[in-house]
């Protein structure tokens, strides 16, 4: 039998194009996807928080006690498994775009090249001797505050407060 | 066995990625402290880790610098700040920026997230703009507040009581998920939502845009920018070999304006673009890392993923 090859030549690449269009139309998909649901996850979880906090206010003026608590563990615990179907659908979006598009790149995309030079003459930073100076000023300096520091008990002072929980940095208040 | 290899070698960690995950877990050893729902309270807590990692968390072995500072500056009244600012002066000098490229695990956290496939945002004029709010935060709410209000008597860590993120999610939710914690629930109110919510703004942020925290939020970053054109250890470019094409600056993800000012991390993923091989990782005068090449000059392939390797 007598085979065509530009025909079948051309199938592959016709082919090849298709199944390109595909993987790209494939890519886009992917990507806005997990786009969308990553931002309405992420409004949900900022909606379920205010939720959260306007019902205790409530349950507080209900209660008639400035002691009742806003947040308890359940209402916590509630909110979180009425979130868990949109939080496992972006879970599963982030895991089919990351096997079929790889982890995005940390670069950026490089845009258009320039005549060589246009940036004009690139600034750098230089090693010189004035520098040298006054890094080495600097460093004693540094070792100075440092005696000074524990002498007049600032490493005491950062040991105590990094011992306790900060209740304010945690956003107990 | 070949598909294996080449897969490794296509996706196995830079240096840098090793680097910052062990710094990540150097800072946060005490994993204990999940388990049983507690800080760390050791010695070594006296020591300041030099990334923006909170003290609140369970695994945290070290202070957190900013956190320190602010509770110095708001006592100054009793004492003043010798061991922070020295501390500070001592990792900026010797480190500067290459703290957050290479040991901040907030920085870590916020490349993992920048990793999910999602549309992302360029950087642009708008951005380099928005990277001098990391400025106005450190003026304002690292130094002015706690100040003002510590001449009053009254410690406020402003930074870390209204923005700060790394506690709420390394602190917050690392401790108030522990059930030993469950009495802690009673004292969340309007402070917590606020924090919460932006935690889950700024991490759907760095999901879309690389480093957000880093470039527009964080003070310690803009602090350790003071020392770019000091710092012993960075990335530097060999002005005899430049050929001021710009190709560094296009390809850098971060607002720099030049190879090492104080909007660069000095991750390193410059040195593989530049075609004149200009761009090292230096300690001082002495190089540290040149960019690699194959017998031909070329960067090879797997190590042009960016980031030292």
């Known amino acids: ?173 | 066995m070949d598909k294996l290899n080449v897969w490794w070698r296509n996706h196995r960690p830079t240096t840098r990625r090793l680097v910052q995950l062990y710094a990540a877990l150097l800072q946060n050893a005490h994993l204990r402290g999940f388990v049983e729902g507690e800080i760390y309270t050791g010695p070594a807590k006296a020591v300041c880790v030099p990334g923006l990692n909170c003290y609140s968390c369970p695994a945290a072995v070290g202070a957190c610098p900013l956190g320190a500072l602010q509770n110095a500056i708001a006592s100054r009244a009793n004492r003043p700040a010798f061991y922070m600012v020295g501390m500070l002066l001592l990792f900026g000098l010797t480190l500067g920026r290459v703290i957050c490229g290479w040991l901040c695990p907030m920085g870590l956290i916020q490349e993992l997230l920048h990793k999910i496939p999602t549309p992302k945002l360029q950087k642009s004029r708008v951005t380099r703009v928005l990277t001098w709010l990391k400025y106005v935060i450190l003026a304002v709410f690292v130094v002015i507040i706690p100040l003002w209000y510590g001449l009053q008597k009254i410690p406020v860590p402003a930074f870390c009581k209204y923005i700060c993120p790394a506690g709420t999610l390394e602190g917050a939710v690392g401790l108030l998920s522990h059930p030993a914690n469950a009495d802690k629930f009673s004292m969340l109110g309007i402070l917590f939502t606020r924090k919460f919510e932006i935690l889950v703004f700024a991490v759907t942020v760095c999901i879309f845009v690389y480093r957000a925290f880093c470039r527009f939020i964080c003070p310690l970053g803009a602090l350790y920018g003071f020392f770019a054109r000091i710092a012993l250890l960075g990335v530097r470019v060999d002005a005899t070999k430049c050929s001021s094409c710009g190709l560094c600056l296009r390809t850098c993800p971060m607002d720099v304006r030049f190879v090492g000012d104080h909007e660069c991390i000095h991750c390193g993923s410059c040195m593989g673009k530049c075609p004149e091989k200009a761009i090292s990782f230096r300690a001082g005068k002495i190089v540290l890392k040149g960019p690699e090449t194959d017998g031909a000059g070329r960067t090879p392939a797997h190590k042009q993923k960016g980031g030292c390797s």
């Open chain 1, 1 to 173: 039998m007598k085979i065509d090859k530009s025909e079948t030549v051309q199938g592959r690449l016709s082919e090849t194009e298709k199944g390109k269009h595909c993987s790209e139309r494939l890519r886009r998909f992917l990507l806005r996807t997990v786009a969308v649901l990553t931002l309405l996850l992420g409004a949900a979880l900022c909606i379920a928080a205010l939720m959260l906090y306007f019902g205790g206010l409530e349950r507080r003026a209900a209660a008639g006690s400035a002691m009742e608590p806003i947040f308890t563990r359940e209402a916590v615990e509630g909110a979180l498994l009425r979130i868990s179907p949109l939080a496992l659908l972006w879970f599963a979006a982030v895991i089919s775009a990351l096997c079929f598009l790889g982890t995005a790149p940390d670069s950026v995309r490089v845009p258009r090249e320039k005549k060589p030079g246009a940036a004009g003459p690139m600034k750098t930073v230089t090693e010189g001797r004035s520098k040298r100076i006054l890094r080495i000023c600097l460093y004693a300096a540094a070792v100075i505050l440092l005696v000074l520091g524990v002498l007049n008990g600032g490493l005491k002072d950062v040991l105590i407060k990094a011992i306790n929980i900060c209740t304010e940095c945690i956003g107990l208040g």
